[in-house]
């Protein structure tokens, strides 16, 4: 603790300690859809229904909680959570231009705790829906945090964090 770090006030130990924990923020790719129920479109007739294709992230890092200081370590860090998604998902040809996609939350039956949840995005034809299993946790909603919802030049897109747990002392 304090020994290591030269001596000194403990509370500007504590700052210059948490500084130096990495955050271990990394994007990776996300490709796992969920088998959802095809449901017959009024339009399947005229256009061949297809998936839409689609470039998505996870993004991890470490939470430094009072626990994960106190056990972990730099060398040492606590096990990677996720922290939030970015989702792009492409519909160079939908038919309707003006109707814009959209996405809804479902619950997971796969999930009787509750801590994953569906989300399934929705287009107008020639798009079949998709939907990903992602952890069910409070999304921050403010642009500063990272939140975007736009559909633009055939691109839906979709990234949200998670909204961190403040303890306080």
């Known amino acids: 603790g304090a020994a290591e770090a030269g001596g000194g006030s403990g509370e500007g130990d504590a700052e210059q300690k948490k500084k130096a ?9 996300f490709t796992q859809e969920v088998a959802i129920e095809k ?15 689609y ?46 996609p959209t996405y809804k939350i479902e619950k997971d039956p796969a999930s009787p705790d509750y801590s994953t949840c569906i989300i399934r995005f929705q287009a107008g034809p020639p798009y079949e829906d998709i939907a990903f299993r992602v952890v069910n946790k409070d999304w921050e909603y403010g642009h500063k945090f990272g939140f975007k919802s736009s559909f633009e030049r055939g691109v839906l897109h979709l990234h949200f964090n998670f909204k961190r747990s403040r303890y306080r002392k």
């Open 21 to 29: 924990l990495p955050t271990g923020d990394t994007d990776e790719s």
């Open 39 to 53: 449901k017959i479109k009024w339009w399947h007739r005229k256009y061949q229904a297809r998936k839409p294709r």
């Open 55 to 100: 470039f998505n992230r996870v993004h991890t890092g470490y939470q430094w909680t009072k626990y994960n200081q106190t056990h972990y370590d730099y060398d040492n860090p606590p096990p990677k959570v996720v922290t939030g998604y970015k989702f792009n998902i492409y519909y160079p040809d939908l038919i309707d231009r003006n109707e814009a």
